[in-house]
């Protein structure tokens, strides 16, 4: 599956910006689906993840109560709605899904990528 993330720009702290990851066919629902982010000089993190139905999520503790992800099964796309945005929130955000269906917390779990979209909070 090919997946295409966008909706990354520059928002201020305090702001609001949506992720959209887009997949190419129509197996998406099966997938278990995540968001990644990656800031400069630092690894890979898990920012959430969301099973097959989207029936059940999870959020690394940065981020939870601030960002939510869902999914449109019927048209291929897993969002992530990020709210009170902070500096640190500043990096490459990257969509992933693995085939099993369910939530995987290790970027290596994961078959599939997207190429990353950048978020950028200014202070």
């Known amino acids: 599956v090919q997946l295409q993330a966008s909706g990354g720009g520059l928002v201020q702290a305090g702001g609001s910006l949506r992720l959209s990851c887009a997949a190419s066919e129509g197996t998406f629902s099966l997938y278990g689906m995540g968001w990644f982010r990656q800031a400069p000089g630092k690894e890979r993190e898990f920012v959430a993840g969301?099973?097959?139905?989207?029936?059940?999520?999870y959020y690394a503790d940065s981020v939870k109560g601030r960002f939510t992800i869902s999914r449109d099964n019927a048209g291929n796309t897993v969002y992530l709605q990020m709210n009170s945005l902070k500096v640190d929130d500043t990096a490459v955000y990257f969509c992933?899904?693995?085939?099993?269906?369910?939530?995987?917390?290790?970027?290596?779990?994961?078959?599939?990528w997207g190429q990353g979209t950048l978020v950028t909070v200014s202070s």
């Open positions: 992933a899904a693995e085939p099993t269906g369910y939530i995987r917390y290790y970027a290596g779990e994961y078959a599939y």
């Open positions: 969301i099973n097959w139905s989207g029936g059940s999520t």
